[in-house]
């Protein structure tokens, strides 16, 4: 990727299709682009932004289903006893000072 964006003349522009091919340029070259009009700069146009791909979401739900039953094999009464445990003999945090 060049270190400056190359400028593109947008003041031929009639239409928004050929805004259109200019952003379908940018996608194909994946190169930024600065937008000028009678040679002042208006905005750069970066390189397109890859859609989220399916294949990742697709593994983070099987990760996220893997996840159900991994505490199957805890005694539920004695982790409620030991939180207890730990709540009673922690020292309180003391209050938040917010100076408004």
């Known amino acids: 990727m060049p270190a400056h964006p190359t400028p593109i003349e947008i ?5 928004l ?3 259109f091919h200019l952003v379908e340029e940018v996608n194909s070259t994946k ?3 600065i937008l000028k009009r ?19 979401n697709k593994k983070a739900i099987e ?3 893997a996840l159900a039953g991994s505490w199957s094999d805890l005694d539920w009464d004695e982790m409620i006893r030991e939180l207890d445990r730990i709540r009673h003999q922690s ?8 100076d408004l």
């Open 11 to 15: 003041t031929h522009l009639n239409n």
């Open 91 to 98: 020292k309180p945090t003391p209050p938040l000072d917010l």
């Open 17 to 19: 299709n050929d805004l």
């Open 38 to 56: 009678d040679k002042a700069m208006l905005i750069p146009v970066g390189t397109p932004i890859k859609p989220e791909k399916k294949r990742a």
């Open 31 to 33: 190169q930024p682009r």
């Open 63 to 65: 990760d996220t289903l």
